[in-house]
């Protein structure tokens, strides 16, 4: 077999005799094993009491109040930001079901995102679409204590990505806590979006349909006016 060059430098050596990868650097040696799925589920098709853990089974539904959805938004001096917000706890099936982690970068006299989400849902409180009350009668600010939110100055962003990482590490920084659950979803988002109706309950319906555990969803959102 040829070895060949990865990007950083170091030399990957593929086994003829084991299914393993080598990695050489030129300060240490590291073994990579080839993902086996059989060894997950106890082995082969077959064998008595094989179970794989990321399939699941057909008909089996996660959707209900017991598992929640962790959304990260990263917003920069975005006006749209509370429409956004707004969107998502209006046209979602189970909005008591949604944690928002929200990481804010503006100037000053821009709009606060979720103080202007406050305004607009109170408006919105006790308004319904079909028969169900899309915005919950509770509070001065619907479901505000869903929400959490970092606010920094433009001055401390380092672009978008830098901003995502530091909102998936409050849902670490959660997790640890015991505040997210592993049979909980995460949805990342941009903070000017609008959210199609019932659009918590279809994502983990497509969801469901991969049958896989390790299943990740993603999509170029479309524009609005193909939003049905």
């Not at 082995?43 to 057909?58: A, D, F, I, Y």
């Not at 509070?139 to 380092?158: F, K, L, M, N, Y």
């Not at 049979?183 to 979006?193: T, Y």
């Given at each position: 077999?040829?070895?060949?060059?990865?990007?950083?430098?170091?030399?990957?050596?593929?086994?003829?005799?084991?299914?393993?990868?080598?990695?050489?650097?030129?300060?240490?040696?590291?073994?990579?094993?080839?993902?086996?799925?059989?060894?997950?589920?106890?082995?082969?098709?077959?064998?008595?009491?094989?179970?794989?853990?990321?399939?699941?089974?057909?008909?089996?539904?996660?959707?209900d109040a017991d598992h929640l959805i962790h959304v990260s938004v990263a917003a920069y001096r975005d006006p749209l930001c509370p429409d956004t917000l707004l969107s998502l706890f209006y046209h979602a099936v189970n909005p008591n079901a949604i944690r928002v982690r929200l990481l804010q970068q503006n100037d000053e006299g821009d709009v606060d995102c979720v103080e202007q989400y406050c305004e607009l849902a109170t408006r919105m409180k006790g308004k319904r679409r079909g028969n169900v009350a899309r915005i919950a009668h509770h509070g001065d600010c619907p479901h505000s204590d869903q929400i959490q939110v970092r606010r920094r100055d433009t001055a401390e962003a380092a672009g978008p990505m830098h901003a995502r990482g530091l909102v998936s590490e409050a849902i670490s920084d959660a997790y640890a806590k015991g505040e997210v659950n592993t049979q909980d979803f995460c949805l990342s988002v941009d903070s000017h979006m609008e959210f199609g109706h019932d659009w918590d309950k279809d994502m983990v319906d497509m969801f469901d349909l991969t049958r896989n555990e390790y299943a990740i969803l993603s999509t170029r959102p479309a524009d609005l006016d193909q939003l049905q």
């Amino acid at each position: 077999m040829i070895p060949s060059k990865a990007s950083n430098g170091a030399v990957l050596i593929p086994s003829a005799s084991r299914a393993e990868t080598t990695v050489t650097t030129s300060t240490s040696t590291a073994t990579w094993e080839e993902y086996d799925p059989d060894f997950e589920c106890g082995g082969p098709v077959g064998t008595p009491g094989r179970q794989c853990p990321h399939v699941r089974s057909t008909g089996s539904s996660k959707y209900d109040a017991d598992h929640l959805i962790h959304v990260s938004v990263a917003a920069y001096r975005d006006p749209l930001c509370p429409d956004t917000l707004l969107s998502l706890f209006y046209h979602a099936v189970n909005p008591n079901a949604i944690r928002v982690r929200l990481l804010q970068q503006n100037d000053e006299g821009d709009v606060d995102c979720v103080e202007q989400y406050c305004e607009l849902a109170t408006r919105m409180k006790g308004k319904r679409r079909g028969n169900v009350a899309r915005i919950a009668h509770h509070g001065d600010c619907p479901h505000s204590d869903q929400i959490q939110v970092r606010r920094r100055d433009t001055a401390e962003a380092a672009g978008p990505m830098h901003a995502r990482g530091l909102v998936s590490e409050a849902i670490s920084d959660a997790y640890a806590k015991g505040e997210v659950n592993t049979q909980d979803f995460c949805l990342s988002v941009d903070s000017h979006m609008e959210f199609g109706h019932d659009w918590d309950k279809d994502m983990v319906d497509m969801f469901d349909l991969t049958r896989n555990e390790y299943a990740i969803l993603s999509t170029r959102p479309a524009d609005l006016d193909q939003l049905q």
